[in-house]
């Protein structure tokens, strides 16, 4: 079997708004045999490792190596403590999702999760604007705002306005959200946080989990991308429940982020997104 060189690269393109990015070539394809020619040290070695980047052979077309080693370039809309974007965060970090948060947009400037994108040198936008405040910026703005970083994926975790129809027609197909619930139960507006958990103990519902879906112009009623089902215990509280709720939606929007960056959500053509498998193309869920 040929096998061709492969050389750790890195560019870094400028932009007015955001640090460097660090771009690294990845093809998941495993070979029997590695060929890496660096000179490189033992630490960009693991770095490699990490991010398993393999040789590639001649049968990988060009299109397929572009969208390995290509980082999207991800907008996160945080309201609170912003755990599931520390989720995709860290997964960024761990060199699972191929991709960078290059802006954190939130409606308070003070929440866990702006605070948290500020420690890690990811810039804040505050939208819409803060009443009786000079701090936040328009629709109009925002929407510059995201294109001027070349935002990909605009992903919302845990943010409580609704978007506005110029964003959605900005970004057809690639806003997406996390909900507590398995929608279309318990969503809608009114529907979020705690509201959720204590609505499913209420109605004695068996089930519950989270949803991630796509964006349209209401609350929480874009076709649905993917769910996880937790259990409901008979002695749960909201308080439980939202735990486990909360441990599977840190899980769930990882994933959901490494297929986006890899090109693998497929639209069927009734208009409902799918995911499609890492080992084979032709399976879908």
Not at 69 to 96: C, E, M, P, T, Y
Not at 146 to 162: I, M, N, P
């Amino acid at each position: 079997m040929a096998t061709q060189s492969l050389h750790l690269h890195s560019s870094s393109p400028h932009h007015l708004h955001h640090p460097k990015l660090q771009y690294f070539p990845s093809n998941s394809q495993s070979l029997k045999w590695v060929c890496l020619k660096t000179n490189h040290s033992f630490a960009a070695l693991k770095m490699i490792k990490k991010l398993s980047i393999f040789a590639i052979d001649g049968r990988t077309s060009s299109a397929e190596i572009k969208r390995k080693v290509v980082k999207k370039k991800l907008g996160v809309f945080v309201s609170g403590g912003g755990s599931n974007f520390r989720a995709i965060h860290q997964g960024i970090i761990d060199g699972d999702v191929n991709g960078e948060v290059v802006v954190l947009v939130t409606n308070k400037p003070d929440c866990g999760g702006a605070l948290y994108a500020k420690e890690n040198g990811i810039p804040v936008v505050v939208f819409p604007k803060v009443k009786d405040a000079s701090v936040g910026v328009s629709t109009e703005d925002l929407v510059a705002s995201l294109r001027s970083f070349e935002v990909d994926y605009v992903l919302l975790a845990g943010y409580l306005k609704l978007i506005p129809v110029e964003l959605i027609q900005e970004y057809p197909r690639n806003v997406f959200n996390i909900h507590p619930s398995l929608l279309p139960a318990f969503g809608g507006k009114g529907f979020y946080g705690m509201k959720v958990h204590r609505a499913v103990i209420a109605s004695g519902a068996r089930y519950s989990g989270p949803t991630i879906h796509h964006v349209d112009e209401k609350y929480d009623t874009g076709r649905i991308l993917a769910q996880k089902v937790v259990p409901v215990y008979s002695d749960d509280t909201a308080e439980k429940l939202a735990e486990r709720v909360l441990h599977e939606e840190h899980k769930l929007y990882a994933e959901v982020a490494i297929a986006l960056c890899e090109d693998r959500v497929i639209w069927r053509e009734d208009g409902v997104p799918l995911i499609q498998s890492e080992e084979n193309p032709n399976i879908y869920r």
